[in-house]
């Protein structure tokens, strides 16, 4: 078996990060600054017969119409219609207006996983399940699963719910 898995989300909610974690290798760029993801990067893990396929995309630009924001955009757009899952990371918490926009381009066809990354953030989890079902009410999500990328906490429930799509 094989799969791409896009992963998507405003500058900064740990994209690059998870990829890296999920892989378990240090693939894509990671920083404290937005933007530092400019082009797509793929990494590719093989593993119990299955081959991950996983597309880091950079965060959807919503400041600034200019020609690097719109292309930045389009690969978005591009990677998201391509892939058989759909991994839409936010931060534990935070549901913001960039969140939305990046969530208003979802394709519909695709199934896509609400993973809400920075849990460890978190210090009373009971505050996730509703944080969880509103973000769930804005979207038809296939599954959400709170995670960990630097603490590699819920890595494999992550895993199993991307394996259903492969
Ligand atoms: P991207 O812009 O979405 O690719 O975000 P990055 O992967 O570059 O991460 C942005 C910042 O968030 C970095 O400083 C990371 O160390 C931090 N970060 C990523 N994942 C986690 C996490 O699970 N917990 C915490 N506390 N910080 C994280
Ligand atoms: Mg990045």
Request: aromatic share 6%.
């Amino acid at each position: 078996r094989c799969g791409y898995i896009a992963i998507v989300g405003r500058p900064n909610v740990g994209k690059s990060t998870l990829m890296n974690a999920l892989i378990g290798a240090k693939v894509s760029i990671t920083s404290r600054k937005a933007q530092t993801t400019r082009h797509r990067i793929t990494g590719i893990q093989t593993k119990d017969q299955t081959q991950f396929v996983y597309v880091d995309t950079p965060g959807f630009q919503t400041r600034h119409s200019n020609a690097l924001n719109r292309t930045l955009n389009r690969t978005v757009t591009n990677t998201l219609t391509a892939a058989d899952v759909i991994l839409m990371i936010i931060e534990a918490g935070t549901f913001g207006p960039a969140d939305q926009q990046v969530l208003d381009l979802l394709p519909k066809k695709v199934p896509c996983i609400l993973v809400i990354n920075k849990s460890d953030r978190v210090k009373d989890k009971a505050i996730l399940m509703p944080f969880a079902q509103k973000v769930m009410s804005a979207f038809p999500f296939a599954a959400v699963v709170p995670v960990s990328a630097t603490l590699r906490f819920q890595l494999e429930s992550l895993e199993g719910e991307i394996r259903k799509y492969l």
